[in-house]
Nanobody, 121 residues
Framework: QVQLMESGGGLVQAGGSLRLSCAPS????????MGWYRQSPGKKRELVAV???????DVSDSVKGRFYISRENANNTVWLQMNNLNPEDTAHYYC???????????????WGQGTQVTVSA
């Protein structure tokens, strides 16, 4: 079964940067929306940033101006550049893909296993 595979998480000091990558493990039909969600202990999973196949972007206010999302349609690959990280960004970050953002917000679509991002003060 084809899955989305994330990489790039890790431990970083506050103010640092990380770049997350996500690509499918095999051949998949393209999804209009690809993006990143995150979840920290005791909190609901939340949208971080999503991008459509034509480049339209929706970014959470909490990361706007610090996180940047990009994608390559040909390989169904999506990246999340995270700058000026702070401890509140600590979470498990999930890559996801679907035909619409509303599907992802309701837990549908393709999801990766996630990658942990930990930001120390």
């Amino acid at each position: 079964q084809v899955q989305l595979m994330e990489s790039g998480g890790g431990l970083v000091q506050a103010g640092g940067s990380l770049r997350l990558s996500c690509a499918p493990s095999g051949s998949v039909n393209s999804r209009n929306i690809m993006g990143w969600y995150r979840q920290s202990p005791g909190k609901k999973r939340e949208l971080v940033a999503v991008i459509s196949s034509d480049g339209a972007v929706d970014v959470s206010d909490s990361v706007k101006g610090r996180f940047y999302i990009s994608r390559e349609n040909a390989n169904n690959t999506v990246w999340l550049q995270m700058n000026n990280l702070n401890p509140e960004d600590t979470a498990h970050y999930y890559c996801a893909a679907a035909h619409a953002t509303v599907a992802l917000n309701n837990g549908y679509g393709m999801w990766g296993q996630g990658t942990q991002v930990t930001v120390s003060a």
